[in-house]
């Protein structure tokens, strides 16, 4: 028989991917990672939740302490990303680092498992022609999660399985209903783990960082209004400025040196191009010349078409065909074509 290991989150998703294999015949181990800090974050509802439905399904479970390492990687990650300015993007780096990377060693060491699967909503297969492993949108694209996987590694992608990648959401509530699964009506995240958490981003990062008020200015260096920190604020954002002027502004730059939001109009916080580093490649390899795909700056914004150039040490230059507004450092920059993740990277300051 098959063994695999199931990330179980206490999710519904993770729920139906682990009820599923187990219905198809494999021998499933539901693994828990404790990421989370502090009594009565999400995280311990979520092992209760887990470790219910392996009762039901009458599968092993395991949890496995992995608080240090989400400290490390994500929350100190986030705070500093912050401080200097920048909007961190917190799921790609969490899943590659603190969640496949450790639960396919896990298996794969203590449990002599050498696949995982999570609840995620994205398609893995592998390409016979280049000899790689793809990573393509689900089928569900209103579910759609690649945008937060295109850091995994080949190594990981070859190591993982998304049974939810082919079904759409009401499916998987379907699914959970028909197997009678404690965690069929449990609400949707709607958040950042972390934002769930602690109610709102705001009030996480102000545990960590503190308040220090500056100038809000135009970019001849106009003293607009104040602000309360530069960590409360995004690139594009336009509510919460406290600031009246006859045409809408928007912030256009965070700088931490001089203390400092800087604002715009809508046209000044629009870009004909950024670049982008740390760069992680999946359908293809690194490419020595020009590229043309369509790229998806945030989670929810829609893919446009770009010119990829690349600089060479994992950095592109990323050239919109349409100028493009409230372009986020910190954030990915995810590229497809079509269907398919050809690579991504962390968009820099500028
Ligand atoms: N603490 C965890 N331990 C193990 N696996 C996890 C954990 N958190 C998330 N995962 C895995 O990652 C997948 C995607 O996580 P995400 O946080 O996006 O939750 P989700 O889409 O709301 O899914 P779910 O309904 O399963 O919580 C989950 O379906 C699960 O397989």
């Not at 545990?207 to 604020?233: F, N, P, S």
Request: hydrophobic content about 35%.
């Amino acid at each position: 028989m098959k063994r695999i290991v199931v990330g179980l989150s206490g999710g519904v998703d993770s729920s139906v991917a682990a009820a599923a294999l187990h219905h198809q015949g494999y021998e499933v181990i539901g693994l828990t990672l404790w990421l989370m800090k502090g009594k009565g974050q999400c995280c311990s509802e979520g092992m209760v939740d887990a470790a219910f439905i392996c009762e039901q399904l009458g599968i092993p479970h395991e949890i496995v302490d992995t608080r240090e390492l989400f400290q490390e990687n994500i929350v100190d990650y986030l705070v500093s990303g912050y401080e200097s300015g920048v909007t961190p993007l917190p799921c790609s780096q969490c899943n590659r680092t603190v969640k496949f990377a450790p639960m396919l060693k896990y298996a794969k060491e203590t449990l002599g498992i050498d696949q995982i699967a999570t609840g995620h909503y994205a398609r893995i297969r592998y390409d016979e022609a280049t000899g790689r492993y793809q990573l393509l949108r689900a089928r569900d694209h209103n579910k759609d999660q690649s945008y937060f996987l295109y850091d995994l590694s080949q190594e990981l992608l070859a190591g993982s399985l998304f049974p939810l990648g082919e079904i759409v959401k009401e499916e998987t509530r379907r699914m959970a209903a028909q197997y009678q699964l404690k965690t069929a009506d449990k609400p949707e995240s709607q958040d950042l783990c972390l934002v769930e958490a602690h109610g709102s981003m705001q009030t996480f990062l102000d545990r960590y960082i503190d308040l220090k008020e500056g100038e809000i200015v135009d970019r001849a260096g106009k003293i607009l209004g104040k602000h309360t920190g530069i960590h409360h604020y995004t690139i594009g954002q336009r509510k919460g400025l406290g600031i009246a002027a006859p045409e809408p502004l928007y912030v256009m730059a965070l700088d931490p040196v001089m203390n400092r939001v800087v604002v715009g109009s809508r046209d000044e916080a629009t870009q004909p191009d950024c670049t982008a580093g740390r760069t992680n490649w999946i359908a293809i390899p690194e490419p020595t010349a020009p590229i043309r795909a369509q790229v998806q700056v945030r989670y929810r914004s829609k893919p446009v078409p770009v010119t990829a150039i690349p600089l060479g040490e994992g950095r592109i230059k990323l050239g919109f065909d349409e100028p493009q507004f409230g372009i986020t450092p910190g954030q990915a920059a995810v590229l497809y074509d079509g269907e398919v993740v050809l690579g991504g990277g962390i968009i820099e300051r500028r």
